[in-house]
Nanobody, 118 residues
Framework: QVQLVESGGGLVQPGGSLRLSCTAS?????????MGWYRQAPGKQRELVAR???????NYEDSVKGRFTISRDNAKNTVYLQMDSLKPEDTAVYYC???????????WGQGTLVTVST
């Protein structure tokens, strides 16, 4: 059974940084999964924040470009989201997503709350 477990969320002041981690279990070959971070703010739809595909290519939502960096460590079955220069509008529950390459099979983590506030 595939499980994704996020960690690293919390309360941070505007301008601060956080690093989120998502570790997968139950996946035999992590490297063939496209990995993504999504977020959902109160009253809003879930949106894609950043994605890194199985080949290492990345893409970002426009509002986080230059501030967030997604990376992966296939040896550790882990994907990271480094978030710098955080803004109050980044406040949301952040979810990890894994999509098996060339299929529609995907998995979600339980989410981790990020709150950017004074």
């Amino acid at each position: 059974q595939v499980q994704l477990v996020e960690s690293g969320g919390g309360l941070v002041q505007p301008g601060g940084s956080l690093r989120l981690s998502c570790t997968a279990s139950g996946i035999i070959i992590f490297s063939i999964y496209h990995m993504g971070w999504y977020r959902q703010a109160p009253g809003k739809q879930r949106e894609l924040v950043a994605r890194i595909n199985s080949g290492g290519s990345t893409n970002y939502e426009d509002s986080v470009k230059g501030r967030f960096t997604i990376s992966r460590d296939n040896a550790k079955n882990t994907v990271y989201l480094q978030m710098d220069s955080l803004k109050p509008e980044d406040t949301a529950v952040y979810y990890c997503n894994a999509i098996l390459r060339d299929t529609s099979t995907d998995y979600w983590g339980q989410g981790t709350l990020v709150t950017v506030s004074t």
